[in-house]
């Protein structure tokens, strides 16, 4: 392992060396969405034997992982920047492979939950750790096709995860009809099989360099003199009920605030669920925000300039929400239509691995890819271009994921879904880069964290379950898809709001940050 680079002088070009770690971490995040997204494709088999219902599965895929991949990215996000990223990273990966792998041991949704939250916990060091590397390696003009490329991985991983996963199901259930070895069937086969590969390529992570922080642009970051020690106190501000010893900390008050918030939550989860809702999702829901509460109000507190330029910045609040949004309809969608093109049109997950895990690989990498360049481009001609690109991945797909849900083509179904992928995934860069801009160097992976909030708390979380609570209503997977439409308006109003606002957000920065005790 090689130690910290010495501080140089920003680059205007990113080196070959660059590029190198840019394909490493890649690969990375191809496998953790490989690893998060095969359930999709399994979702079926494990329906019937799990007695799942779509609400379950939404649980599952999205609730049970998203809420404790949001609320460990937090803390992660804060030892990413205070502590050697490639260490975390390696462990991180290490950790969510072999819990994969050990989701095909699961007989019971509780125990398929237990995995999930593991995988999620896992999975919530990668972003933080490599978008901040990322940051570093490449310079502020190639950021953000530095991070859309990077981003790409979500496509190629969660495609290929549909491919491979119907694949290993078709194969195994067909060779060992009555269950194989151990009595695996199909669907936990597969978990096992994508699972295992990523503790071969956690020792390849391990080799890469650690670059100064904050080389890039030339404001090198100082070495924080206890990295565990501030992680372990982030735990105290977001893990209930060590939360109420974090606020007691900070006052009185802070006690008094924190239980007033907890106290509200718990009154409308418990409205929720008498009302008839699922416990397991609104209970989870429910840490999720009164957990982000608790690390957000303790921010302040312990670290006033970050609070400042993350919180306490309407311009960043605003792109987390728009691009939330966008999150919200896409998980959905990649959620429900294995299974509703499965019950549709009467076709194996080995086709739909085929046909819609294929071209979700080529349509995605080309959204992101384009839409992060364009968003460089655009923001080389003025300072909100890049808003204007999340915009337009907000409100571009509607129309072909309309389509695609309403069709009774199969072959029309096909072509719309990575359609409406190559629109919506046009944004991931834009906003990735958007909400580095508006933070110092040594809060990125804090700010990475929090901009993930949105994309899971608000996106993951919420989307596929309220698309499968719809489709239990209604009796119709493809309503339960169109109903999320409604929130369309919402993310188009946050992306004009950030559109106005972004500008003299970061060219504030520096100054924001000295007004809060910065010491620039």
């Known amino acids: 392992m090689a130690s910290d680079t010495q501080a140089a002088p920003a680059e205007t070009r990113a080196s070959a060396y660059s590029w190198y770690v840019l394909v490493i971490l890649f690969l990375v995040y191809a496998l953790n969405f490989i690893d998060r997204q095969i359930i999709t494709i399994l979702a079926d088999d494990i329906q019937k034997d799990l007695g799942l219902t779509h609400a379950d599965i939404g649980f599952l895929y999205g609730t049970a992982f998203g809420v404790f991949y949001a609320l460990f990215g937090i803390p992660l996000g804060r030892l990413a920047d205070n502590w050697h990223r490639v260490r975390l990273l390696t462990a991180g990966l290490a950790l969510w492979s072999a819990m994969t792998a050990l989701s095909g041991l699961a007989r019971s949704g509780m125990q398929l939950t237990a995995a999930r939250i593991g995988v999620g916990i896992g999975e919530a060091t990668a972003s933080p750790a490599a978008y901040s590397l990322l940051s570093d390696w490449f310079p502020k003009r190639q950021r953000a096709t530095a991070l859309a490329i990077y981003s790409a991985g979500i496509y190629f991983g969660g495609g290929f995860s549909l491919f491979v ?39 390849l992570v391990f080799t890469l360099r650690e670059p100064t922080r904050g080389q890039s642009e030339g404001l090198i970051a100082p070495a924080h003199p206890a990295p565990f020690k501030a992680f372990f106190e982030d735990l105290l501000t977001i893990v209930p009920p060590l939360t109420l010893i974090g606020a007691a900390r900070n006052g009185v008050n802070a006690l008094i605030g924190n239980l007033a918030v907890l106290l509200a939550v718990v009154l409308v989860v418990s409205g929720l669920i008498w009302a008839g809702e699922p416990k397991p999702q609104w209970i989870a829901v ?38 939330g949004l966008n999150a919200f309809m896409a998980y959905a969608v990649s959620a429900v239509a294995p299974i509703y093109g499965i019950r549709t049109f009467g076709v194996t997950p080995a086709e739909i691995g085929l046909w819609v895990g294929g071209p979700a690989i080529l349509s995605g ?32 797909p509607i129309p072909a994921v309309a389509l695609a849900f309403t069709t009774g083509e199969k072959s029309v179904f096909y072509m719309m879904l990575p359609v409406a992928q190559f629109l919506a995934s046009s944004a991931l860069g834009a906003a990735a880069a958007s909400t580095q801009d508006l933070v110092l160097p040594r809060m990125r992976g804090t700010a990475t964290a929090a901009f993930f909030i949105g994309t899971t708390l608000l996106g993951l979380a919420m989307g596929p379950y309220l698309a499968g609570r719809v489709a239990d209503l209604t009796g119709s997977l493809s309503t339960g898809i169109l109903s999320l439409i409604a929130t369309v308006p919402v993310a188009l109003l946050a992306g004009i709001l950030a559109y106005r606002l972004v500008p ?3 060219a504030t920065r520096e100054e924001r940050a000295r007004q809060s005790g910065e010491p620039l």
């Not at 992101?368 to 909100?384: E, F, I, Y």
């Open 165 to 203: 996963g119907g694949k290993i199901v078709e194969w195994w259930n067909a060779a060992y009809p009555g269950g194989g070895p151990f009595g695996l069937v199909g669907w936990q086969a597969a978990f096992m099989a994508v699972g295992l590969p990523g503790i071969l390529l956690a020792v």
């Open 286 to 323: 429910g840490i999720g925000v009164y957990a982000v509460y608790s690390w957000a109000a303790a921010l302040r507190h312990r670290d006033r300039p970050t609070f400042a330029l993350i919180v306490g910045t309407p311009a960043f609040l605003c792109v987390v929400v728009a691009y």
């Open 365 to 396: 990498f080309l959204g992101v890819t384009l839409g992060g360049m364009t968003a460089d481009r655009l923001r080389l001609k003025r300072p909100s271009g890049r808003i204007a690109v999340i915009i337009f991945g907000a409100i571009a």
């Open 504 to 506: 003299k957000a970061e």
